[in-house]
């Protein structure tokens, strides 16, 4: 990337060895362009009730750029919430306010705004609960290393990302919902006479 950006700001004239250096024209215009468009500019709320995690999560986010608000309360996140961020990301154990309904209240009246849950592998129904009331996606606490950034660039992206193991769970909802008969549900209409 740094040869890329001295020849973006001293010219292609450059060979590769003194690309490779610090090339002393432009340094500060390098800087800048590092900062503006290199580094996310997007602005997170990490709502979470264990300090562990939530300090696991606004440290892995700061050190890729992101602006972090946090709180481990709804109250604490008010303010956040009030002005303008670009993400959510919240625990469903708030000691304030129930996780869903949170999520529930915050899509209703920001629904442009994508929420992620972050959650642990026994919160099965309480996650469904939340995607059903608007998130966009849920991470497992466990997967935070390996899916947080990718999760909140798939997030912002308008994409619905997904820790491991939630395909399974979000199947096996599905089945479990469907166990009635297609004959009580009228899951189908019958074809008409010109469809048949």
Avoid: N, W
């Amino acid at each position: 990337m740094d040869t890329l950006l001295t020849i973006l700001f001293c010219g292609p004239e450059h060979d590769a060895v003194v690309s490779r250096t610090t090339c002393g024209r432009h340094a500060d215009l390098r800087k800048a362009y590092s900062r503006s468009v290199l580094a996310p500019t997007e602005r997170l709320l990490v709502m979470e009730h264990d300090p562990t995690i939530r300090e696991r999560v606004v440290t892995l986010l700061k050190r890729a750029g992101f602006r972090v608000d946090e709180a481990g309360t709804a109250l604490e996140a008010q303010p956040a919430v009030a002005s303008k961020v670009d993400l959510v990301l919240a625990g469903l154990e708030i000691p304030d306010v129930d996780g869903v309904d949170f999520i529930r209240k915050f899509v209703k009246s920001s629904s442009a705004i994508p929420v992620i849950v972050l959650a642990r592998r026994s919160d099965g129904s309480r996650v469904i609960a939340a995607i059903r009331s608007g998130a966009r996606g849920c991470l497992f606490v466990d997967d935070l290393r390996d899916r947080l950034l990718p999760a909140v660039k798939e997030a912002l992206a308008g994409g619905r990302p997904m820790s491991r193991g939630l395909g399974p769970m979000l199947m096996e909802h599905v089945r479990q919902s469907g166990r009635h008969s297609s004959h009580e549900r009228q899951a189908a209409k019958p074809l008409t006479e010109r469809e048949k």
